[in-house]
């Protein structure tokens, strides 16, 4: 299984165990979170290529993706950057 298909099952499994509701898919680079029924953005994942950590956008209303963080971006291995998404009102603002 290449990187990118096994990160997108990680982030299945994880979407599934809390509820369901989001897509996401690997392009560019990176992984886009949406929510499955409209479309809406929730949050991007890049790799960094440092083990499975991954830099955390969200999506901001300059309608652009931007550091999830104030001091230039949040950096968390893939199950703390899920369960930070999951529970931070700021990536479900557009949702």
Same mark, same amino acid.
């Given at each position: 299984m290449s990187r990118q298909n096994e990160t997108? =099952? @990680? $982030?299945? @499994?994880?979407? /599934? /165990?809390? *509820? *369901?509701?989001?897509?996401a898919v690997y392009r560019q680079g990176g992984y886009t979170l949406t929510v499955a029924e409209t479309g809406a953005p929730v949050a991007r994942l890049k790799p960094t290529g440092q083990s499975d950590t991954m830099r955390v956008y969200y999506?901001?209303? @300059?309608? %652009?993706? =931007?550091? =999830? *963080?104030?001091? *230039?971006?949040? $950096?968390?291995?893939l199950d703390d950057a899920l %369960?930070? $998404? =999951?529970?931070?009102?700021?990536?479900?603002a557009w949702a």
């Open positions: 997108l =099952a @990680r $982030i299945e @499994r994880f979407n /599934r /165990r809390h *509820g *369901g509701g989001v897509s999506w901001s209303h @300059r309608e %652009k993706w =931007a550091d =999830a *963080g104030p001091l *230039g971006g949040v $950096i968390l291995p %369960k930070t $998404i =999951a529970s931070e009102p700021v990536f479900w």
